[in-house]
């Protein structure tokens, strides 16, 4: 039986992987996603916005620094990678619906210690 700290995982491991293939059959139909940028809903609207991401970047890593399951749902903490010189420290909080797929993810930006968000751009105002 997959758990649902294995979903995200293979989410996050697609989505590095910029597979996506492999993260359709992850998501409900009804998904909706939203971030700091944009808010979607529907299974086709977030693999268009995920593919606009995919072609963004060239590379990405995702490091998961702390996963924690909940009823319903998983919250992640993680280092995004972005063509190797791009760091974002994200939060991301995923629903899963009675079948087993996800069903929301709720995107929330923060920043990583001075050294690290200094690099990334993350404590300008």
Known sequence: MTTRLDLVHAYLAAYAGR????IAPM????VVLRDWKIRVV???AALAETRRHFDA?????IDVLAAYE?????????RI?????DTLFVVDVFDIDA?????AIRAYIGRGDQEE???????ER
């Open 57 to 61: 970047a060239e590379q990405l890593r």
């Open 27 to 30: 998501l409900a139909e009804g």
């Open 81 to 85: 990678i972005v063509d190797g010189r």
């Open 70 to 78: 909940r009823e319903g749902g998983v919250a992640a903490e993680l």
């Open 19 to 22: 597979d996506l293939a492999a």
């Open 99 to 103: 079948d087993g797929r996800i069903s």
């Open 42 to 44: 529907g299974k086709a």
């Open 117 to 123: 968000g200094a690099a990334a751009g993350l404590n």
